[in-house]
């Protein structure tokens, strides 16, 4: 049974033990609930206290139950928050660590709340997109306050639990041994009656028309992608216009129709996948991990700095090392700027940023940087210079360091090779700009130590950054994939489209920028140079040469204020170029191509699938572990759209046999070899099955 049941004295406590966070699954649930009665019956009992063990109070209703039979099995959460709210003896719930979701609302159906100080509060359901469905919109609002309540609801973000101790949500704040302190307590109302009851607080809010009215604005304006967020209002709002049962009911129905949706699927796609990314198959978790207590960055530049950022950021000190003062000093003034930029937005105190600053320092001597735990390069992406940095990280670097490459796409096996070490070799491709983006491809070499790997996917957590191993190929798991998507757009412009077509079909179904602004915020130089190495290394993989010809043209993008857009000066915005249309339009004319209508989901379908069917070659070659590390990729790196779940997800969505068969159309225009189903693809698709 995942709860036990032991009696101190005269009060029973029920524990909940079911690690990791005490899911609230069947069995802890069924646990609970035959605790209770056992209390109950037995007439030397007169109060109860509910706790949890390890190291949550409790994270929630149980995730993976969800869309099963076991999620609504009785005793549900419903039934066992009503049979603690109807007992007959007061039950005081002792918070501690987490008590979040079903965990919070569990306690919030106790008579009586005590809590350790340091415990994360919240109501996250809306990152799952769904909303909290066991009275948590009726009854946080009857103990915080309205206004309190509603931002927990609607952001799900945690609050420490010393935060809320002025509220009614805890009756006392427990210093030291939680479990001493709430017998103690227990004891001391164990004769109170009545016992108080959230759902009988009366919620006074004048005007709330207004209010839930500007809050729906507000949150709509905020998550159009999402329906949970505005039903979360709908639910605070029935807290105050509604009897307690028929918010509830409210309540209850809105969380039925968005447990169901698509949104809220790929949001919990999204959740398990970024846990199930640090998952190594043949590295186990209790793999022997090295201290990283140092970093050293090789190169002060874009990348560089922005790597060195998010390690200050994590408190490890970091030194970076330029060949040049110019160049390190101004690396140096371009990370300060960013703090100062992000502290002028008020997301970064002074005390805060002094800290970052100190833990970043500058050198021009190798001999600075010998003795920190891992060396992270990021220096010019070409494999002469990688050489000289490696071999001289070898000869200085101590015994034990990793040396790790930002490299986007060349060979980390023979990166490993320039040093005697090959097994401390491993590679880290950040995403730019390195400080924000949260995806970091892991790049195992063939030689990379199992412990270097499972030290860097911790460091991966620590710097707070989604990890997701990647295999020794042309552009690892992302870049490999979106070379078709690039190739793709290119070929729909020969046929028909221009630039904001493409952009703006793409970006209807959720995609932050279409490939062409994408391009025009990256530099369109930087694809042009990949494409000049592939035009000798494969010189039958066919490439549109429109972008070939933008860049001839001088067009690189914003920094070179034209791209395929034009842009005016100190303005983002794209505007479309008539020239650069023209030289489409020209272009298919010299190949002799006819331009024809190209519908969106044409648009859609082509440069999605594009991906799909290179992920479906990745996964055949053991590049990407999983499919869902696929979509975690694309979710935290390339701008995917979060409520469709990643590409692999949404062709699960779609249904592979209709992926197949858009492809077998498109196998029949131009370019069309590419269009033949990865074997995978299609064994999946005949069998009925899914990536994930
Ligand atoms: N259900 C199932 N598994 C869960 C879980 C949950 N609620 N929470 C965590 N896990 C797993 C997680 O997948 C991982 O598994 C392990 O526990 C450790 O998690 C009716 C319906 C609690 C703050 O949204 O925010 O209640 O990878 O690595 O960093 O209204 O987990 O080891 O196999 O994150 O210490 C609402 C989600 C549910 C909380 C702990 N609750 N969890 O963080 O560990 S819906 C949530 C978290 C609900 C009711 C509704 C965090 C944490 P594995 P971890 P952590």
């Known amino acids: 049974m995942s709860a036990s049941y032991e009696v101190k004295g005269n009060v029973a406590v029920i ?6 966070v005490n899911g609230l699954g069947h069995a802890t649930r069924s646990g609970i609930f035959d605790g209770l009665k056992k209390a109950m019956a037995d007439t030397a009992v007169k109060a109860v206290v509910i706790t949890g063990a390890g190291k949550a109070f409790s994270g929630g209703a149980d995730i993976k139950e969800f869309n099963s039979p076991k999620a609504t099995a009785e005793p549900t959460l419903h039934t066992v928050i009503a049979a603690l709210e109807g007992a007959e003896k007061p039950v005081v719930a002792a918070v501690h660590s987490v008590a979040m979701g079903g965990g919070l609302e569990l306690a919030l159906g106790c008579h009586y709340r005590v ?8 109501l996250p359901e809306v990152k799952l997109g769904i909303l909290p469905g066991a009275g948590g919109t009726q009854r946080l609002p009857r103990v915080v306050g309205v206004e309190t309540a509603l931002n927990m609801i609607v952001s799900g973000t945690p609050a420490p639990s010393e935060k809320l101790a002025g509220t009614r949500l805890f009756d006392q704040m427990i210093e030291g041994d939680l479990m001493a302190g709430a017998l103690a307590f227990a004891a001391k109302i164990a004769d109170t009656r009545p016992l108080p009851k959230v759902r009988d607080i009366k919620i006074d809010y004048p005007n709330h028309e207004a209010f839930f009215q500007f809050a729906r604005n507000t949150v709509g304006a905020m998550a159009k992608n999402f329906p949970a967020p505005k ?21 209850r129905e809105a969380f039925l129709a968005l447990v169901q949706t698509s949104e809220s699927k790929a949001l919990r796609h999204f959740f398990f996948g970024e846990r199930a990314a640090s998952k190594i198959p043949d590295v186990p978790e209790d793999t022997a991990k090295r201290p990283i207590k140092s970093a050293a960055i090789i190169g002060a530049g874009t990348m560089g700095g922005g790597i060195a950022m998010n390690f200050a950021n994590a408190g490890i000190p970091v030194i970076v090392l330029e060949m040049k ?7 140096l003034a371009t990370i300060r700027k960013n703090y100062e930029n992000t502290m002028k937005k008020g997301k970064l105190t002074q005390q805060k940023f002094d800290e970052r600053v100190n833990l970043i320092k500058g050198t021009m001597s190798y001999d600075d940087i010998k003795d920190a735990d891992i060396v992270i390069e990021a220096v010019f992406e070409e494999m002469g210079v990688k050489e000289t940095v490696f071999k001289k990280l070898d000869e200085v670097m101590k015994p034990g360091a990793i040396l790790a490459s930002n490299t986007s796409t060349l060979d980390l096996n023979k990166i490993a090779a320039f040093t005697k070490r090959p097994q401390d070799v491993i590679g880290t491709h950040f995403f730019s700009p390195a400080n924000v983006m949260k995806l ?29 191993v990647s295999g020794v190929c042309d552009g690892f798991i992302g870049n490999r994939m979106v070379e078709q998507y690039s190739r793709q757009a290119g070929f729909l412009l020969e046929e028909g489209c221009l630039s904001e077509q493409v952009d703006k079909a793409i970006e209807k179904i959720g995609f932050a920028m279409g490939p062409f602004r994408m391009g025009d915020l990256a530099g369109n130089d930087i694809g042009w140079a990949i494409r000049k ?44 170029s008539q020239l650069v249309n023209d030289m489409i339009v020209k272009h298919s004319k010299d190949i002799g191509v006819e331009r024809r209508k190209v519908s969106d989901q044409e648009i859609v379908e082509r440069l999605v699938y594009a991906l799909v069917n290179e992920a479906a070659y990745l996964l055949e070659e053991g590049i990407a572990q999983k499919a869902s590390d696929v979509d975690m990729v694309y979710l935290t790196g390339y701008g995917f759209p979060l ?5 692999m997800f949404y062709a699960d969505t779609v249904g592979l046999l209709n992926v197949v068969s858009a492809m077998e159309k498109y196998a029949r225009g131009r370019h069309g070899e590419f269009w033949k189903p990865a074997p995978l693809l299609a064994k999946l698709a005949a069998e009925g099955k899914t990536f994930n």
């Open 643 to 647: 409520h469709r779940g990643g590409p």
């Open 533 to 576: 190495r592939r035009y000798a290394e494969r010189p039958n993989m066919k490439y549109s040469k429109t972008a070939d010809l933008l860049c001839e043209m001088g067009r690189y993008g914003q920094k070179t204020g034209a791209g395929w857009y034009d842009y005016k000066p100190g303005d983002r915005k794209p505007y479309p």
């Open 231 to 251: 039903k979360c209002v709908d639910c605070v709002a029935a807290s105050v216009s509604m009897k307690f049962e028929d918010g509830l009911k409210f309540e």
């Open 325 to 331: 003062q110019e160049a390190l000093d101004k690396g």
């Open 115 to 122: 809590a350790s100080p340091g415990a994360q509060i919240a």
């Open 15 to 20: 524990t909940l033990n079911n690690p990791p």
């Open 440 to 468: 970091l491809e892991i790049v195992r070499g063939a030689k990379t130590g199992k412990d270097v790997l499972a030290t860097t996917m911790a460091l991966s957590k620590k710097i707070k950054k989604t990890g997701v």
